[in-house]
Antibody, heavy 122, light 107 residues
Framework: QVQLVESGGGVVQPGRSLRLSCAASGFTFSNYGIHWVRQAPGKGLEWVTVISYDESNKYYADSVKGRFTISRDNSKKTVYLHMNSLREEDTAVYYC???????????????WGQGTLVTVSS | IVLTQSPGTLSLFPGERATLSCRASQTVSSSSLAWYQQKPGQAPRLLIYDASNRAAGIPDRFSGSGYETDFTLTINRLEPEDFAVYYCQQYGKSPETFGQGTKVEIK
């Protein structure tokens, strides 16, 4: 069965960096785009970024553009989210989710990881 | 596209029908609208995609309808496990966006 496992969350000071990982199994990883969606404590869901199957297309929400970078290693079946210049408003649970196809087009999400909490605080 | 869900909270008894609304600020192309259920401490779970198609393993008491700007999730005969927060999401236009959620609570 499809499994997505996030890791790398933790407490970090404003302005610092953090890298999240999303390890996949149970499907042909290199055939799918992968998204990150976040949820601030007690709040709703916010789409963050997407990467296509071959890294040729990457898109970002305006709130993270220029600060976050998504990448993937198909040999390791892992997607990474590099987060720089973190702000308190980036505090959230970060979920990775499998897209509906190989592209970076908008998608619904059949499969989600369990999430990893990022807390930005001094 | 801004999605507005109503009501914010729905208080119902088990066995009753829940009707949740999701209104879009502009037409959602190709009825690219999904519904998710989320319970505390869990990831969202896909219920409905393309406005009216149930995801794999979703009971038939869940149904979706609507088009353009007005969409509805109906839950017939609420079971105890259905009390949760529900989100709509549009993926017809980038960036995909979510509604703010409707909480279905036990009355």
């Amino acid at each position: 069965q499809v499994q997505l496992v996030e890791s790398g969350g933790g407490v970090v000071q404003p302005g610092r960096s953090l890298r999240l990982s999303c390890a996949a199994s149970g499907f042909t990883f290199s055939n799918y785009g992968i998204h990150w969606v976040r949820q601030a404590p007690g709040k709703g869901l916010e789409w963050v970024t997407v990467i296509s199957y071959d890294e040729s297309n990457k898109y970002y929400a305006d709130s993270v553009k220029g600060r976050f970078t998504i990448s993937r290693d198909n040999s390791k079946k892992t997607v990474y989210l590099h987060m720089n210049s973190l702000r308190e408003e980036d505090t959230a649970v970060y979920y990775c989710a499998k897209g509906k196809d190989s592209s970076a087009s908008p998608s619904h999400f059949d499969d989600w990881g369990q999430g990893t909490l990022v807390t930005v605080s001094s | 596209i801004v999605l507005t869900q109503s009501p914010g909270t729905l208080s119902l008894f088990p066995g009753e029908r829940a009707t949740l609304s999701c209104r879009a600020s502009q037409t959602v192309s190709s009825s690219s609208l999904a519904w998710y259920q989320q319970k505390p401490g869990q990831a969202p779970r896909l219920l409905i995609y393309d406005a009216s198609n149930r995801a794999a393993g979703i009971p038939d008491r869940f149904s979706g309808s609507g088009y353009e700007t007005d969409f509805t999730l109906t839950i017939n005969r609420l079971e105890p496990e259905d009390f949760a927060v529900y989100y709509c999401q549009q993926y017809g236009k980038s960036p995909e966006t979510f509604g703010q959620g409707t909480k279905v609570e036990i009355k």
